[in-house]
Structures are given as structure tokens and as C-alpha cells.
């Protein structure tokens, strides 16, 4: 089983900074098989990037992601008061799909 | 656009089985693949198990031998069978659509397992 690591745990920021997320994989996997999720409290998660690079229908472009082989990155460039959530990132190229612990992304 | 909608019993006493429904509009259950996903109580997130669009299912080798999904293309919904459960088997179950990346998701059902 692939094991996610996501870091930080936790990063408080101010509407408008920059916020980097990284999703670190205990191997590597095919075909860049990540995905970005947004979760708010009280929804359920949000699909924000697939195939490491690719935005999903609707979301805007200050949600980017980067990498690969092992090393995944979501940048979040000018948070918006919207954005301060938990994300989690998603592996589905091995049969036994996981998903990292999660980045709480919270206001300074 | 997709909706799912997760429905079933939302407290279950030990060794009990939790069936859940999802009720799908939008989109024909019979031509895509669906998932369940499952949140424990401040965890992260848990990949259960998807139904193919050919309906094949996969299960997850840590509840393979406890989880059976399956679908009725007539009423447009997909199923999750858990049994046995336990207290570590409390969670909001997600349903979704997809078997990689997941894009369309239901609200969740939050599921107590308790004596």
C-alpha cells in the first residue's frame, strides 16, 4: 500500500498569501495518478486537481498542482476567504487507492 | 448536473451489518464507476471499494473480507454492505462517482456504531 504524506499538518496564512501543500508518496506510482481535495466543514470533499496538473471542472486557476514521481504539490496563489479548509491528496495509481491525512489550511 | 444522495440506518450496534444506498440522478449508474469513501471521527479519508461501470467491484484489502457493493441499474442506485461492524466503523460514508480521482461526491451520512 501506497502511504501518503502530507506536510504541514497545519498552515496558518492570511487571505491573499500563497499557501504550498506537499503530498510526499512512499513510492512511486503510474502516470502521475494524483489528485487534489478540498474539504470544508460541515461539505464533503471537492475534486480541485487530477492527473497532478490538471483542474477539475470549475475551479479556478489560483488552485495549480505540480510534480511527480514521488513529490506532489497544490499551490493556492492568493488565498481567498473560501479557501481556508482541509486538503487532501489522493493516489489512484495502484489498485489499493489512498489518500494522505490532510493539510488544514487556517487563518493567521 | 450530478447529485448523489447516501441513505441507510445511522446507528448500528456492534456485529450488526450497515447497508447503505446511493441514489444517483444525472448520470446513468450503468455508465460510469462509483465509489464509497468513508471519514472516521478526526481521521482522514478511507477509500472503501468502487463498482464498475461493467460491474466488477474492488474492495479495499482492509474490509475485502467484510465489504460486498453492488447495484440496481433500474432504481439508478449503487449499495455498500458492511458486516460485522465495530466501533472503528463509525464515519461519515461518502458516496462518489469515479474509481480514480472522484468528482461528483454526496453529502455524506454520518454512521454510529455504539452498544
Known amino acids: 500500500e501506497i502511504v501518503l504524506t502530507q506536510s504541514p499538518d497545519t498552515l496558518s496564512l492570511s487571505p491573499g498569501d500563497r499557501a504550498t501543500l506537499s503530498c510526499r508518496a512512499s513510492?512511486?506510482?503510474?502516470?502521475?495518478?494524483l489528485a487534489w481535495y478540498q474539504q470544508r466543514p460541515g461539505q464533503a470533499p471537492r475534486l480541485l486537481i487530477y492527473?497532478?496538473?490538471s483542474r477539475s471542472t470549475g475551479i479556478p486557476d489560483r488552485f495549480s498542482g505540480s510534480g511527480s514521481g514521488t513529490d506532489f504539490t497544490l499551490t493556492i496563489s492568493g488565498l481567498e476567504p473560501e479557501d481556508f479548509a482541509v486538503y487532501y491528496c489522493?493516489?489512484?495509481?495502484?489498485?489499493?487507492?489512498?489518500f494522505g491525512h490532510g493539510t488544514k489550511v487556517e487563518i493567521k | 448536473q450530478v447529485q448523489l444522495q447516501e441513505s441507510g440506518p445511522r446507528l448500528l450496534k456492534p456485529s450488526e451489518t450497515l447497508s447503505l444506498t446511493c441514489s444517483v440522478s444525472?448520470?446513468?449508474?450503468?455508465?460510469?464507476?462509483w465509489s464509497w469513501i468513508r471519514r472516521p471521527p478526526g481521521e482522514g479519508l478511507e477509500f472503501l471499494g468502487s463498482?464498475?461501470?461493467?460491474?466488477?467491484?474492488y474492495y479495499t484489502p482492509s474490509v475485502k473480507s467484510r465489504l460486498t457493493m453492488s447495484r440496481d441499474t433500474s432504481k439508478n442506485q449503487f449499495s455498500l454492505k458492511l458486516t460485522s461492524v465495530t466501533a472503528a466503523d463509525t464515519a461519515v460514508y461518502y458516496c462518489?462517482?469515479?474509481?480514480?480521482?472522484?468528482?461528483?461526491w454526496g453529502q455524506g451520512i454520518l454512521v454510529t456504531v455504539s452498544s
Open positions: 462518489t462517482r469515479g474509481w480514480g480521482s472522484l468528482d461528483y
Open positions: 444525472g448520470d446513468s449508474i450503468s455508465a460510469s464507476s
Open positions: 492527473g497532478a496538473t
Open positions: 463498482i464498475y461501470n461493467s460491474g466488477k467491484t
Open positions: 489522493q493516489q489512484y495509481g495502484s489498485s489499493v487507492r489512498t
Open positions: 513510492q512511486s506510482f503510474s502516470s502521475n495518478s
